[in-house]
């Protein structure tokens, strides 16, 4: 069965530092990797998505990720936290097609991140 | 272009009884997915739709069910609510072919007392 693991669960950085968010996952082969965000009271707006190809990967407002098949990671980075990137962050894993479980995302616990003036 | 809608925003019920919660995908979307996030978890698979019929379950028991329109609109009915069904339950639209890139919802934030 497919996992995620994100072991921060909470992160604090001040604005305009670096911030690596962590995500660990547990699949057989070559999944579909998430992030998505969500503000408070909010739904969850996609990040970026790996499917294969170009193990870095560019997202929506600055962030990128890094698939590590060796290390079964897809850490989410940026290089200057924003005020308003303060809220909840999900790294999600889900089967390619043709898989049984093909269309189900599994989620991680979520990372908070503050981010300090 | 309307992305995923949900209603409603916000409901309070009582033990045992049943509720129905309602979902329209985005535009040009086909397949319906429902999550269960109970407070300070991700977000878990309940069942997604497409053509009306229920295509994956996840892990939930049978007291939940769904339905799907054929404008592709979709309905998560729980019955005999318990006070661990307090959530927010979150919808996310796809199309076929392409299942797991799947768009979401604001949620609706059930309360059982």
């Known amino acids: 069965a497919q996992s995620v693991t994100q072991p921060d669960i909470h992160i604090t950085v001040s604005e305009g530092a670096s911030l690596e968010l962590r995500c660990n996952y547990s699949y057989g082969a070559t999944p579909y990797l998430f992030w998505y965000v969500q503000s408070p009271g909010q739904g969850l707006q996609l990040l970026l998505k790996?499917?294969?190809?170009?193990?870095l990967v560019q997202g929506i407002k600055g962030f990128e990720a890094e698939f590590k098949r060796s290390q079964s990671s897809f850490n989410l980075r940026k290089p200057s936290v924003h005020w308003s990137d303060a809220a909840e962050y999900f790294c999600a894993v889900a089967t390619p097609p043709g898989g049984t479980s093909y269309g189900k995302l599994t989620f991680g616990q979520g990372t908070i991140l503050t981010v300090h003036p | 272009d309307a992305g995923v809608t949900q209603s409603p925003t916000h409901l309070i019920k009582t033990r045992g009884q049943q509720v129905t919660l309602r979902c329209s995908p985005k535009s040009g979307h086909d397949t319906v997915s429902w999550y269960q996030q109970a407070l300070g978890q991700g977000p878990q698979f309940i069942f997604q739709y497409y053509e009306e019929e229920e295509r994956q379950r996840g892990n939930f028991p049978d007291r939940f069910s769904g339905h799907q329109f054929p404008n592709y609109s979709s309905e998560l009915n729980v019955n005999a609510l318990l006070l661990g069904d307090s959530a927010l339950y979150l919808c996310?639209?796809?199309?076929?072919?392409?299942?797991?890139?799947?768009?979401f919802g604001p949620g609706t934030r059930l309360t059982v007392l």
């Open positions: 996310a639209s796809s199309f076929a072919g392409a299942y797991n890139e799947q768009f």
């Open positions: 790996y499917f294969s190809g170009d193990t």
